[in-house]
Every structure is written in C-alpha cells, then in structure tokens.
C-alpha cells in the first residue's frame, strides 16, 4: 500500500497486519521497519516497488492533502495526485492487481450537502480538482478498481496533526480557537476509515462508494465535541463564518458531507462523531 506514513496509511497497515500480508510504501517519512520508498510521481519506481512486492491489492492512499498547498503549488499537486495515482493504476493492471484509491468529499461543490455516489462532482478548488482527476485515472486504467470518498479524516498519530489534534493541542496550551460554524463535513476517525477500507476490498467491492462518519456537522460543533469528549474548555472555542476566513488560500465547499446508502452494506458500520471520539478517547488512555 502507499502513503503508509500517512494519517490513514498507518492505520490501514497497523489494522492490516493482523491478518494480512502487508508491504506498506512512503515516501516522506519510513515508519514501519519493512515500508519500501516509493515516489508515486516516478513510473519506473512505482513499477519496480510493485514488482517486487507481487501484490494482490493495492490500496492507494498517498495524496498532497493540503488543501491550501495544493492551492498554491498547483504543478506539485497535480503531479502527485493525478499523475501519481496514474502510475498506480498503470502498474495495478500490468500486476493484474486491485487498485482501492481513496478520495475525498471535496470533489463536490457543497452546495446541497449529503451527496451520493450519483451526485456530480464539481470541485471548487484544486485539491478537489485533483483528486477528482485521480479518479478518472482510476477508472479508466484499472478495471480492477474501488474508489472511497472520505471526510474530515481525524485520529491520534504522533508525527501527524489531524483537525482534532490541532484542536486539542490548541485548547490544551490554553489558546483560544476560531473554527467555521457554517461549514459542513462527516468527520470520520481513521480507525473506522481503515476498517472499511479493510472489509470492503476483502469483500471485492468493486467501482464507487463513499466511506465517512455517519453524522453531517459543522467543524465548529465538531471542534466543540471534541473538546467536550477529552474533558477540554469548551469556552475557547469560538465561532466563525467561511466569509470571515482571510487565512485560507483555497476556497472550501460548505457543505460537503456524504450519504453513506451504499457503505452501509459492509459488517463495519460508519461511526458518528460521540462513537468515534470515545473509540478515539480510549486509545489514548
């Protein structure tokens, strides 16, 4: 798998190894001993990495996640996230191997808010952008493929600052926060992400899903549970509108949140934001 120094990436490969062969890749940073570096944008490495690891799935999760970042580096983004997740799919086929490409809600324009997998994408920024490309490199070039749209991805990883530890961080030193209350995801916590990740390419699922939290809320309810759930002053956290932000260099959609009809097939039920940051809580207790 890619991006296994990732937020996501590690999860899936520390939640993986309990009952599957696992041959993580990095690029950035070597965590796991046996990881392979693997830099999606050279064709030639991401060929020979899977070569020699013979893989029968391949879950894609590096990606440039920095919405601002890919913003103002358009170039780099671009190379990562559409022509790196080429490569990949390039290499899946040749490898007769499953591709599993994880995505992101923000390919929607968040004008209406609960999409579904037959909502038109219509990204306002390039990240969006990007990783909507990604997509269709997927899907034209592996036919072998499962793609899941996720949100708002938090969680607990020492060298990783997700929205949640930014918050708690934050709160913890004292300072007084201000978080958008007129923005809307399914903020969804990377154990829950990996474990239907996990089942859903066990159980062959094949071509579009979306896989988040099961609860639309906005970030500053979602920065004030999270607060309230590690006993945290709820008081320094201070609403603010998304016509207010001056700091943001991309655009956001307001209302991005995903219907989750499709994913609740799986025996791994989406958690709302109490279950996943009790589940969170206890593990870092």
């Not at 050279?42 to 890919?70: F, G, M, R, W, Y």
């Not at 103002?72 to 190379?79: H, P, S, V």
């Not at 591709?99 to 969006?128: C, H, K, M």
């Not at 709820?234 to 603010?240: H, N």
Request: aromatic share 6%.
């Amino acid at each position: 798998m890619t991006g296994a120094s990732g937020l996501l990436g590690s999860t899936i490969v520390k939640i993986a190894e309990t009952s599957f062969e696992v041959i993580p890749s990095h690029n950035t940073k070597r965590i796991h001993p046996n990881s392979l570096k693997a830099d999606v944008t050279n064709k030639k490495e991401v060929l020979s990495v899977l070569q020699a690891a013979d893989p029968d799935v391949v879950i894609h999760t590096a990606s440039e996640t920095n919405v601002d970042k890919c913003e103002t580096n358009r170039d780099q983004a671009w190379r990562v996230n559409v022509e790196g997740t080429r490569n990949i799919a390039e290499a899946c086929r040749e490898m007769h191997a499953k591709l599993v490409y994880i995505s992101t809600d923000y390919v929607f324009d968040g004008r209406q808010g609960l999409y579904t997998e037959e909502d038109e994408a219509n990204p306002v920024n390039q990240y969006g952008l990007t990783k909507l490309k990604g997509e269709e490199q997927v899907r034209t070039l592996c036919k072998d493929h499962l793609i899941l749209r996720t949100s708002v991805l938090y969680g607990s990883c020492p060298w990783k600052t997700s929205f949640s530890k930014w918050v708690m961080n934050s709160i913890e030193r004292k300072q007084e926060i201000t978080v958008v209350d007129d923005h809307y995801n399914s903020p969804t916590l990377t154990e829950n992400m990996a474990e239907m990740t996990l089942e859903a390419a066990h159980r062959n699922f094949m071509g579009l899903y979306h896989a988040s939290g099961s609860e639309r809320i906005s970030r500053y309810e979602f920065a004030k549970q999270i607060a309230k759930a590690f006993s945290l002053d709820e008081q320094l956290v201070k609403p603010i509108k998304l016509s207010e932000v001056t700091t943001w260099k991309a655009k956001r959609p307001r209302d991005s949140s995903l219907s989750l009809r499709k994913i609740n097939l799986l025996k791994t039920k989406p958690l709302n934001i109490r279950q996943g940051l009790s589940k969170m809580k206890e593990r870092e207790t």
